[in-house]
């Protein structure tokens, strides 16, 4: 299996289009959040096509078997993002070819957001739930790809040190989709221009559509909040009750 030793790998970020942008927003000994956009000249529809076809621009350096084209994307609740696993050349006629579940679909909104669990690469083996939402925003002359990692749980590594691994992994899936969707590479001074300004945009109050989702927001929250229905007000708190008050002690007449 290749996928352990390549994932752990360091791989440069270098490619954009409306640059790239990958960070850990999030770290502790608990888990990581990784998030990462990328902006591409096609609709969402036509986004939305080419994310569900792993295949054609997952990479195959990524894979169990060698070869993207053995990955495959069933796009509805309960679907897998899974792996054929080619029978060995010297392996008897009637064995069975093998599979790997990477991700499992809990949420597919086409055109707009997939949301997938499971322990992607080396974090398959730990006791860990990663969640992955895929969101598809539309903006001038194309379309926002965000995606947003959340792992957490038990794990033999050491968050600061697999999490960093982790995001490299996904900014390089993220840039060959991107480059899959018509996306063009961008100088490296370019890309950390982007970064500063993605980061400027995080430090801005919200303005306008409240159901817009920019480049600095929580992907999975904003996308949440958005199915929510609007909270009842509360219904106004009663006065307190003043103590009955105490009748007069009679006092004892002589006579």
Same mark, same amino acid.
């Given at each position: 299996?290749?996928?352990?030793?390549?994932?752990?790998?360091?791989?440069?970020?270098?490619? +954009?289009?409306? &640059?790239?942008?990958?960070?850990? %927003?999030?770290?502790?000994?608990?888990?990581?959040?990784?998030?990462?956009?990328?902006?591409?000249?096609?609709?969402?529809?036509?986004?939305?096509?080419?994310?569900?076809?792993?295949?054609?621009?997952? $990479? $195959?350096?990524?894979?169990?078997?060698?070869? +993207?084209?053995?990955?495959?994307?069933? +796009?509805?609740?309960?679907?897998?993002?899974?792996?054929?696993?080619?029978?060995?050349?010297?392996?008897?006629?009637?064995?069975?070819?093998?599979?790997?579940?990477?991700?499992?679909?809990?949420?597919?909104?086409?055109?707009? =957001?997939?949301?997938? %669990?499971?322990?992607?690469? &080396?974090?398959? $083996?730990?006791?860990?739930?990663?969640?992955?939402?895929?969101?598809?925003?539309?903006?001038?002359? #194309?379309?926002? =790809?965000?995606?947003?990692?959340?792992?957490? #749980?038990?794990?033999?590594?050491?968050?600061?040190?697999?999490? &960093?691994? =982790?995001?490299?992994?996904?900014?390089?899936?993220?840039?060959?989709?991107?480059?899959?969707?018509?996306?063009?590479?961008?100088?490296?001074?370019?890309?950390?221009?982007?970064?500063?300004?993605?980061?400027?945009?995080?430090?801005?109050?919200?303005?306008?559509?409240?159901?817009?989702?920019? =480049?600095?927001?929580?992907?999975?929250?904003?996308?949440?909040?958005?199915?929510?229905?609007?909270?009842?007000?509360?219904?106004?708190?009663?006065?307190?009750?003043? &103590?009955?008050?105490?009748?007069?002690?009679?006092?004892?007449? #002589?006579?």
């Amino acid at each position: 299996m290749r996928y352990l030793p390549i994932l752990l790998a360091a791989v440069p970020l270098a490619f +954009a289009t409306a &640059p790239a942008s990958a960070e850990i %927003t999030a770290s502790s000994d608990a888990g990581f959040v990784i998030r990462l956009t990328q902006e591409v000249p096609a609709t969402p529809q036509e986004s939305w096509k080419a994310l569900i076809m792993p295949g054609e621009w997952w $990479s $195959s350096d990524h894979t169990y078997s060698g070869d +993207a084209k053995n990955l495959y994307l069933d +796009a509805q609740a309960t679907g897998c993002f899974c792996e054929k696993l080619p029978r060995p050349k010297d392996a008897p006629e009637d064995q069975r070819i093998g599979s790997v579940e990477h991700m499992h679909v809990v949420y597919a909104e086409p055109n707009r =957001v997939l949301r997938m %669990t499971g322990g992607l690469g &080396p974090l398959q $083996s730990e006791a860990v739930k990663g969640t992955l939402t895929m969101t598809l925003k539309a903006v001038p002359g #194309g379309t926002r =790809v965000l995606w947003e990692y959340v792992v957490g #749980g038990y794990m033999r590594y050491k968050p600061e040190q697999i999490g &960093p691994s =982790v995001e490299k992994v996904l900014a390089e899936q993220v840039r060959r989709l991107g480059l899959k969707l018509g996306a063009k590479p961008a100088e490296p001074d370019v890309v950390a221009a982007a970064k500063e300004q993605a980061a400027a945009e995080a430090a801005k109050p919200a303005e306008g559509d409240q159901n817009a989702i920019s =480049v600095g927001s929580d992907v999975a929250a904003d996308f949440d909040a958005s199915l929510k229905p609007a909270a009842k007000p509360k219904p106004a708190a009663k006065p307190a009750l003043k &103590p009955a008050a105490k009748p007069a002690e009679k006092k004892p007449t #002589g006579r």
